[in-house]
Structure formats: structure tokens, C-alpha cells
Nanobody, 120 residues
Framework: QVQLVESGGGSVQPGGSLTLACAASGFTVSSASMTWYRQAPGKERELVAG????????NYADSVKGRFAISRDNAKNTVYLQMNSLKPEDTAVYYCNAVTWRGWTWHTYWGQGTQVTVSS
């Protein structure tokens, strides 16, 4: 059974840092395209950062480039989002997403989300 479990959210002051983790089970993160999304109150869910399955290329939203970093630990089957220089506008629920290719079809999975609040 596929499961994504996010952790690491919390409250932090502007300029602070947090590291989110997405622990996967039922598939290997190295075989999936893994993406972090976020959704702020009253706004649509938006892509934050992604890492490809093959080659490990990464992609970031313009709003987080230079501040956030996505990485993957294959041994722990976990994907991370290191967030530095946090701003109040980074406040949102952060979701982990996985896209895998199995049985000749694509499968998409979501975690339950973890709250990040940036406030003084």
C-alpha cells in the first residue's frame, strides 16, 4: 500500500529555517517524480519544488529559488524540503506528491500535509 507521510512543519519567525520530510512506503522514491506543493488559505495549491526520478534534476517555483532545496535520501526512502530565509508568505499547508509509472499507467499519490506558519 502506497503511503506518504509528511513531517517537520511548525511555526517559525521570519528569516528562520525548517526542514520538511516526506517518508514514502509502497514504492521507492528513486523511481518516482517527487514534488512539494503548498496551499495557503484562500489560494490554489501551487508547486514549490520537484525532483525527477531519473537523473535527479530539480525544479523550483520562482518565489522559493535560492531559499528552498529539495533532496532525496534513497536509503531512507524519504524526500526533504530544506526551507531557509522563510517569509510570512511561505505560510501554507505543504503537501508531498509522488507520481509513479506502474502497470502501464501513471499513479499519483498525496500526503496528508503539514502546516508551516511564518510569523513574528
Amino acid at each position: 500500500q502506497v503511503q506518504l507521510v509528511e513531517s517537520g512543519g511548525g511555526s517559525v519567525q521570519p528569516g528562520g529555517s525548517l526542514t520538511l520530510a516526506c517518508a514514502a512506503s509502497g514504492f521507492t522514491v528513486s523511481s518516482a517524480s517527487m514534488t512539494w506543493y503548498r496551499q495557503a488559505p484562500g489560494k490554489e495549491r501551487e508547486l514549490v519544488a520537484g525532483i525527477a526520478n531519473s537523473g535527479g534534476s530539480t525544479n523550483y517555483a520562482d518565489s522559493v529559488k535560492g531559499r528552498f532545496a529539495i533532496s532525496r535520501d534513497n536509503a531512507k526512502n524519504t524526500v526533504y524540503l530544506q526551507m531557509n530565509s522563510l517569509k510570512p508568505e511561505d505560510t501554507a499547508v505543504y503537501y508531498c506528491n509522488a507520481v509513479t509509472w506502474r502497470g502501464w499507467t501513471w499513479h499519483t499519490y498525496w500526503g496528508q500535509g503539514t502546516q508551516v506558519t511564518v510569523s513574528s
